[in-house]
T-cell receptor, first 113, second 110 residues
C-alpha cells in the first residue's frame, strides 16, 4: 500500500486566491482527518470524516475553510480566499476502526504571500 | 486549549544516553495514548502506544510509562542514537480523535 497520498507537496499562492489540497486515504480506512501544523499552535485537528460523512468540523478556523469527501478514496480541503496566516503544513491522516493507528500523509506545505 | 501538555520543548542528549519526554492530561475519557515521531519534511508516524490499563510498554529501545492516577505518561528512549533525532509528539485519543502535545525536538549528538 502506498500509504496516505497528499497533493500537492508544496503550494505557493497569493493572498485572496483559492487553494485546494487533496488527499487519498489508505484503502479500507473508515476515518479521514485533516490537521494543520504550525510552530505556534502545533498539530491541530481541523475536521474528520467517518465513512465519507463529516463528523466534527469544530476545528475549522473560519468559513473560508471547507472540506469534502465525495467518496472513500478522495478528500479535499479548500481555502477561499486564502490569507497569509493560513500558511502552514496541512496533513491528511486515515485510520481504521476505533483505537487504531492513524497514518499520516507527507503533508502539503502551504505558503500564502 | 491544549488538552495534552508535553515537556520539555527540546532536549539534547549524547549518543548512548537516555531521552525522557513527559506528558500530562486532564480528560479521563482518553482511552489510548500513542507517541508519534516526525522527521523534517515528513508526516508524523506512530512509534509506540499504550492503553490506560497498562503501566508500561516496551518496544526495542522505546518505553512508555503510564501513571493513570497522576494522569501522566512518558516516553523513554534508551541508548539514544543519532537516527533518533526527530520531533516526538505524545497524543491522547477520545471519540475517534487525537489530541496532540506541543512536541519535543530531540537532538542526539554523536
Amino acid at each position: 500500500d502506498a500509504g496516505v497520498i497528499q497533493s500537492p507537496r508544496h503550494e505557493v499562492t497569493e493572498m485572496g486566491q483559492e487553494v485546494t489540497l487533496r488527499c487519498k486515504p489508505i484503502s479500507g480506512h473508515d476515518y479521514l482527518f485533516w490537521y494543520r501544523q504550525t510552530m505556534m499552535r502545533g498539530l491541530e485537528l481541523l475536521i474528520y470524516f467517518n465513512n465519507n460523512v463529516p463528523i466534527d468540523d469544530s476545528g475549522m478556523p473560519e468559513d473560508r475553510f471547507s472540506a469534502k469527501m465525495p467518496n472513500a478514496s478522495f478528500s479535499t480541503l479548500k481555502i477561499q480566499p486564502s490569507e497569509p496566516r493560513d500558511s502552514a503544513v496541512y496533513f491528511c491522516a486515515s485510520s481504521g476502526r476505533v483505537n487504531t493507528e492513524a497514518f499520516f500523509g507527507q503533508g502539503t506545505r502551504l505558503t500564502v504571500v | 486549549q491544549q488538552q495534552v501538555k508535553q515537556s520539555p520543548q527540546s532536549l539534547i542528549v549524547q549518543k548512548g544516553g537516555i531521552s525522557i519526554i513527559n506528558c500530562a492530561y486532564e480528560n479521563t475519557a482518553f482511552d489510548y495514548f500513542p507517541w508519534y515521531q516526525q522527521f523534517p519534511g515528513k508526516g508524523p508516524a506512530l512509534l509506540i502506544a499504550i492503553r490506560p490499563d497498562v503501566s508500561e510498554k516496551k518496544e526495542g529501545r522505546f518505553t512508555i510509562s503510564f501513571n493513570k492516577s497522576a494522569k501522566q505518561f512518558s516516553l523513554h528512549i534508551m541508548d539514544s542514537q543519532p537516527g533518533d533525532s526527530a520531533t516526538y509528539f505524545c497524543a491522547a485519543h477520545n471519540d475517534y480523535k487525537l489530541s496532540f502535545g506541543a512536541g519535543t525536538t530531540v537532538t542526539v549528538r554523536a
